[in-house]
């Protein structure tokens, strides 16, 4: 059921599920491979936080493997030893 105020449903009655991006105000605001990278920055940092610096854990956790998290923490500047 939908209750509102006033003779008309407008977008902004609905639950956020049902209205668009604009109108709920959650329009990207970076590109979908900055969103990636960002997160899986974030993946990674939390792998290495967990195992405290430990590469091969992390990649492990991540399910993946110790060269490509290798490069992924090159390519994003991460230094595991900051997590030891």
């Given amino acids: 059921m939908l209750v509102c105020e006033g003779g008309a449903i407008h977008?902004?009655?609905?639950?956020?599920?049902?209205?668009?991006?604009?109108?709920s105000g959650t329009l990207p605001q970076h590109s979908l491979d900055?969103?990636?990278?960002?997160?899986?920055?974030d993946l990674i940092q939390d792998a290495l936080k967990t195992t405290r610096g430990n590469r091969a854990k992390a990649?492990?956790?991540l399910?993946?493997?110790?060269?490509?998290?290798?490069?992924?923490?090159?390519?994003?500047?991460?230094?595991?030893a900051r997590f030891r």
Avoid: C, M, N
């Fill in 11 to 23: 977008a902004h009655d609905l639950p956020p599920t049902l209205q668009t991006a604009e109108v």
């Fill in 34 to 41: 900055a969103a990636v990278a960002a997160f899986e920055k």
């Fill in 59 to 61: 990649a492990r956790l």
């Fill in 63 to 80: 399910d993946s493997t110790e060269r490509i998290i290798g490069y992924k923490i090159q390519k994003y500047g991460i230094a595991p």
